[in-house]
């Protein structure tokens, strides 16, 4: 049976990838490297430092660890002032009810997130102090698909991996949520992947999934 219900944070419970693209087309451009959309996409669910080295692969040149490092952090720092225009409008209204109806059923709550803005966001969505657990980019060592992300998670709300359920939309998370044992629910661009017990046409399927 169920318990908790871990969910990634950009994508799920609202959308930043728009902002991670600026951020990351602006460091590009930069460093004279092509940036798509497209490119974007490979980023899903991926740490900062290994997404910059997908990045880096298109170029020519080779830089020291500190250097990209310091590109990283550039990046957020352009990433940080786009999140300063996120408010509570950026929260849609199905998602708020679906998780104030899944807290009233009695489950635990609790975000599994590679980013390390993931705080700021909540803040500014207007979750600063909803979710009982926050698992995210300032306490794991490993990204996903390694699991420790949603492990971690799961041991702030004291659950049994195993009565867990992941929430995703990458590929990248729905692995590491199977290789924690956990179930995992799949939306938006992680729908079919596979790597599912469940997939989601929307986000208030959780209901009917998540029974007490």
């Not at 990351?24 to 798509?36: D, G, M, P, R, Y």
């Not at 199905?94 to 489950?107: A, D, I, M, Q, Y």
């Not at 046409?201 to 007490?212: E, G, M, R």
């Amino acid at each position: 049976m169920i318990e908790a219900i871990i969910f990634d944070l950009d994508g799920v419970i609202c959308s930043t990838d728009n902002y991670h693209y600026l951020a990351w087309k602006q460091l590009a451009k930069e460093l004279n490297i092509s940036f798509h959309k497209s490119d974007n996409e490979k980023l899903r669910g991926i740490s900062r430092l290994d997404s910059l080295d997908i990045i880096l692969e298109k170029s020519t040149k080779q830089y020291s660890s500190k250097q990209k490092e310091e590109f990283a952090n550039k990046k957020n720092t352009i990433y940080q002032e786009y999140l300063k225009h996120m408010s509570t409008k950026d929260l849609s209204l199905e998602v708020k009810n679906t998780l104030v109806e899944l807290k009233s059923r009695g489950f635990k709550l609790a975000i599994g997130s590679s980013s390390r803005n993931t705080r700021l966001i909540l803040k500014q969505i207007g979750l600063e102090n909803f979710f009982d657990g926050v698992s995210d980019g300032t306490v794991i060592k490993y990204s996903k698909p390694h699991p420790e992300v949603f492990m971690k998670a799961a041991d702030q709300l004291n659950i049994d991996y195993k009565k867990c359920l992941v929430v995703e939309d990458s590929i990248a998370g729905c692995i590491a949520g199977k290789s924690a044992s956990m179930k995992v629910a799949a939306i938006s661009s992680a729908y079919g992947c596979g790597y599912s017990d469940y997939y989601l046409n929307t986000f208030s399927d959780l209901l009917v999934i998540c029974k007490k």
